[in-house]
């Protein structure tokens, strides 16, 4: 599989490549920064630069061109509200358009746990201008006819992979990177998860037992 990795320089991201890497999958990680690229490689990827908060649909198109699958796994990082607009919600939508003009159906958005049009996040909470964008973002992929997934995952650790999560938590927890890069990994692979929206914490079921059970 051709995979176009958006965010490729990203803490999940880093930790997704060599998995597919190593299963033989081709990926191409866009990243903003030049200076990203010697480890993208390491990671096993070749490096696109293409700063998203820029990059044009056009742009995204021709990079989105020619692969198998897009994973959206870039962020702003928090911090500035218009430029966490700017790129969880602006810069992911034009992703989206790119995918479908580009006829390239297989898109994995990394969200979060609990993201919603109806989050209830406080407008004075710092954390509202990413609750919104994620839920546009999110709510955009759904509603167009791609092959999508929709992968969230609660607070991120630095804990090692255990290679086991829990789908069916009522309550956002937390769960490692590379828990999630797994189960980016995953579902990548396996079709029954299209049109799936999968939150999950650390847990207790293997990845293939939770993705069978959404």
């Given at each position: 599989?051709?995979?176009?990795?958006?965010?490729?320089?990203?803490?999940?991201?880093?930790?997704?490549?060599?998995?597919?890497?190593?299963?033989?999958?081709?990926?191409?990680?866009?990243?903003?920064?030049?200076?990203?690229a010697d480890a993208v490689r390491a990671a096993g990827?070749t490096p696109l630069v293409c700063d998203v908060e820029?990059?044009?649909?056009?742009?995204?198109?021709?990079?989105?061109?020619?692969?198998?699958?897009?994973?959206?796994?870039?962020?702003?990082?928090?911090?500035?509200?218009?430029?966490?607009?700017?790129?969880?919600k602006d810069a992911a939508i034009r992703s989206i358009?790119?995918?479908?003009?580009?006829?390239?159906?297989?898109?994995?958005?990394?969200?979060?746990?609990?993201?919603?049009?109806?989050?209830?996040?406080?407008?004075?909470?710092?954390?509202?201008?990413?609750?919104?964008?994620?839920?546009?973002?999110?709510?955009?992929?759904?509603?167009?006819?791609?092959?999508?997934?929709?992968?969230?995952?609660?607070?991120?650790?630095?804990?090692?992979?255990?290679?086991?999560?829990?789908?069916?938590?009522?309550?956002?927890?937390?769960?490692?990177?590379?828990?999630?890069?797994?189960?980016?990994?995953?579902?990548?692979?396996?079709?029954?998860?299209?049109?799936?929206?999968?939150?999950?914490?650390?847990?207790?079921?293997?990845?293939?037992?939770?993705?069978?059970?959404?």
């Amino acid at each position: 599989m051709d995979v176009l990795l958006i965010g490729g320089h990203g803490k999940v991201a880093l930790l997704l490549t060599p998995l597919l890497a190593e299963r033989g999958d081709h990926v191409e990680s866009v990243i903003r920064f030049s200076e990203q690229a010697d480890a993208v490689r390491a990671a096993g990827a070749t490096p696109l630069v293409c700063d998203v908060e820029q990059c044009g649909t056009e742009d995204l198109t021709s990079l989105v061109s020619q692969h198998d699958a897009v994973v959206w796994s870039a962020g702003a990082g928090g911090g500035d509200p218009m430029r966490t607009y700017a790129v969880d919600k602006d810069a992911a939508i034009r992703s989206i358009d790119a995918a479908i003009a580009a006829g390239v159906r297989r898109y994995v958005m990394v969200s979060y746990f609990g993201a919603s049009l109806n989050h209830d996040v406080p407008a004075e909470s710092p954390f509202f201008p990413y609750a919104e964008a994620k839920a546009a973002a999110d709510a955009y992929l759904r509603a167009s006819d791609l092959a999508w997934t929709i992968v969230a995952p609660s607070a991120l650790t630095l804990e090692p992979a255990t290679g086991r999560i829990d789908p069916d938590a009522p309550a956002a927890g937390s769960v490692s990177r590379a828990d999630v890069a797994a189960v980016v990994a995953a579902v990548l692979a396996d079709p029954s998860t299209i049109g799936k929206t999968i939150p999950f914490n650390a847990g207790d079921l293997t990845i293939a037992e939770a993705l069978a059970r959404v």
